[in-house]
Nanobody
């Protein structure tokens, strides 16, 4: 599975950005896609995830500001980020996960930098 992320950039605090990530290759019909982020000097953390069925999960720090969605026909996941704060500055990584009997398939995109200026 290959993941191609796009949409990062520089934005002022309070602004918005939309990240996209398209998956290609051997895609299982049931999977979870999401976004993690890693700020300088910090561990990578989950931002949001969404299953093919539409179930979502968000980090407490982004609830009410970020919205994750997906287009299953395009194998693409989106992250709409509103009300951005300086603490949202990080490299954002797209993730694909599928659990197959006896095997966990976990793939990462190349990362896209989001910089929020205060």
């Amino acid at each position: 599975v290959q993941l191609q992320a796009s949409g990062g950039g520089l934005v002022q605090a309070g602004g918005s950005l939309r990240l996209s990530c398209a998956a290609s290759g051997s895609i299982f019909s049931i999977n979870t896609m999401g976004w993690h982020r890693q700020a300088p000097g910090k561990q990578r953390e989950l931002v949001a995830s969404i299953t093919t069925g539409g179930s979502t999960n968000y980090a407490d720090s982004v609830k009410g500001r970020f919205t994750i969605s997906r287009d299953n026909a395009k194998n693409t996941v989106y992250l709409q980020m509103n009300g951005l704060k300086s603490e949202d500055t990080a490299v954002y990584y797209c993730n694909y996960y599928a659990g197959v009997i006896g095997t966990a398939l976990n793939y990462w995109g190349q990362g896209t930098l989001v910089t929020v200026s205060s």
